[in-house]
């Protein structure tokens, strides 16, 4: 069993700044990319940025400059900062990852989500 648990949403003000945490435990040999998304009210969950196992990263067009994905691979976490928040990235955040189980078998996980609100 493998869990993804995701930490530090919350209400902020516009302009202002949060870092979520995604921590995976469980029968883990390995983690491969990890990544975060979002779903907004009545739209789709869409990808925010991804990192792979040797830290190359990707972000969407609509958070570059702003937000900063890392990873601890010690720690099994991925790190989502975000900065200058905006109303518009009002949404649900959730981690995902590619991971390899003690049984050797490669498995796409997801967490269960945590909310970020922009508003003042």
């Known amino acids: 069993q493998v869990q993804l648990v995701e930490s530090g949403g919350g209400l902020v003000q516009p302009g202002g700044s949060l870092r979520l945490s995604c921590a995976a435990s469980?029968?883990?040999?390995?983690?491969?990319?990890m990544a975060w998304y979002r779903q907004a009210p009545g739209k789709e969950r869409e990808l925010v940025a991804r990192i792979s196992s040797r830290g190359r990263t990707n972000y969407a067009e609509f958070v570059k400059g702003r937000f900063t994905i890392s990873r601890d691979n010690a720690k099994n976490t991925v790190y989502l900062q975000m900065n200058s928040l905006e109303p518009e990235d009002t949404a649900v955040y959730y981690c995902?990852?590619?991971?390899?189980?003690?049984?050797?078998?490669?498995?796409?996980?997801w967490g269960q989500g945590t909310q970020v609100t922009v508003s003042s």
């Open positions: 469980g029968s883990i040999f390995s983690i491969n990319a």
């Open positions: 995902n990852a590619d991971i390899t189980s003690r049984a050797m078998l490669v498995y796409n996980y």
